[in-house]
């Protein structure tokens, strides 16, 4: 029984520590920093995600209204032309708009802050990406975290049963399954969908990984669910199957996923 709880804990952390690493090293999180203008430190946190139907707002702590600030932006992934619009002071903020974008639709730009006769880009040396998505009801993306990290969680338990071999593998196994379908097929594409109005957009009809490492899951824990039947050491396909769930659900969401390409349409 210690030992058992031990396992539990230990595939926890491992759970844990895992969604944290993918959450930092997404593409989805926001950029921050810090930097200087004239002897003044600004601290920034720029969003790389919108949700829902309005306008983002962006804005930047300064300590005093003598700095001004430009946003210089386009629409990702387009023949656009570089607009500049004017920041506007308040309440120790400068206050910026980027205009609502439809579901997937990107926008890249940076911000000019000037004191006198210095000028200084954030982010530094790079520009910011925002993509804007629908909102997506917390009845559906609730369960959907809940789910998938229970499946992460399970799965790391079933891989590390080969230290233990006292619990049933089969049955670590088939709840894995279980919730990486409910979790991933099902809830999956209902978030995707109502976020970017696809229900599914890896293979075969596209390369979002998100959708594509969800399937590699699926299909890794079924073969190991069937192959354990009449394996002489199911736990040894079990720590393989779970090591196969550990690396795939290590890539970021959002990689290489839904985005609008206007060089493509007539808009």
């Known amino acids: 029984m210690k030992k058992n709880i031990i396992l ?11 969604a944290i690493y993918q959450r930092l090293t997404g593409p989805t999180y926001p950029i921050a920093g810090k930097t200087k203008i004239s002897n003044i430190e600004i601290k920034y946190k720029l969003d790389r ?8 707002l962006v ?8 700095i001004k600030g430009n946003i210089i932006w386009k629409r990702f992934k387009s023949h656009d032309q570089w607009e500049n619009q004017e920041m506007v002071y308040r309440e120790g903020k400068l206050v910026g708009i980027l205009p609502h974008q439809p579901p997937a639709g990107k926008i890249i730009y940076h911000i000019e802050l000037t004191e006198n006769n210095t000028t200084i880009h954030i982010p530094i040396d790079e520009q910011n990406i925002i993509r804007f998505k629908g909102d997506v009801p917390l009845w559906i993306l609730i369960p959907h975290v809940i789910v998938m990290f229970g499946a992460m969680l399970v799965s790391t338990r079933a891989g590390l049963e080969i230290l233990s071999q006292q619990s049933s593998i089969l049955k670590l196994t088939a709840w894995t399954l279980a919730l990486t379908i409910l979790g991933g097929l099902i809830f999956g594409p209902l978030v995707q969908y109502y976020a970017f109005g696809a229900l599914w957009t890896g293979v075969p009809f596209g390369w979002d990984l998100t959708d594509n490492k969800t399937l590699i899951a699926v299909i890794v824990w079924a073969v190991a669910w069937f192959k354990m039947k009449n394996s002489e050491n199911p736990y040894q396909i079990a720590l393989i199957a ?3 769930m550990l690396i795939v659900f290590l890539i970021p969401h959002s990689v290489l996923g839904s985005e609008i390409d206007h060089t493509k349409i007539n808009n």
Do not use: E, Q, R
């Open 59 to 66: 804005s930047i702590d300064v300590p005093n209204k003598d």
């Open 242 to 244: 779970a090591v196969v």
């Open 49 to 56: 995600s919108h949700g829902g139907d309005d306008d983002h």
């Open 8 to 18: 539990w804990v230990v595939a926890f952390l491992i759970t844990a520590s895992s």
